[in-house]
């Protein structure tokens, strides 16, 4: 009789090690752990997450207009593709005049604020590989790729959630 008085037992399940539990306002939820987290405990992208992001080469002014015109209306539509400020911008009629491509194209790529890594504070130099965050802003691709590797899923001058590439269907 005294089985009467025992709750029914669940069977119990493996241990899923993907998965740790952790106690939150009073519910227990699961935490993906299978997704690498930085010093802080928080998730951080993988190489492969990273390497998705675009890459672009800088350039100074005084050399795009050494460009062939139709090398700058193509930067000028890739630059206003990744840059969410000039989204809004995208079918707008290209410039004619040379001097308004190149003004046009450095705008799109962060104007006078796209001049200097905010992970290093070091200028661009020309050739510098620059990489492209969902939010458009550009950082040297060792600063930023050591940034989102080791320290959080966001643009370190922004604050934006670098991983909405990711969510918005293009998986690593």
Known sequence: MGNLLCPPRRPVRPYDPR?????????RSAVDTSQPVGADGQPVLTSK????LPIEEFAKAEEMLEWRVSQLKDELRRARLNSPADRSNRDAPMPLEKKELVDAV???RGGESGQTCNVCFDDFESGDGLRVLPCGHRFHVECVDKWLRSQ?????????????????????
Not at 19 to 27: K, N, R, S, V, W
Not at 162 to 172: D, P, S, Y
């Open 19 to 27: 998965f740790d539990y952790y106690q939150g306002h009073g519910q």
């Open 49 to 52: 997450q990273i390497n998705h």
């Open 106 to 108: 450095l705008l799109a």
């Open 152 to 172: 959080s899923l966001r643009c370190p001058l922004c604050n934006h959630d670098a991983t909405k590439l990711f969510r918005q269907g293009l998986r690593a």
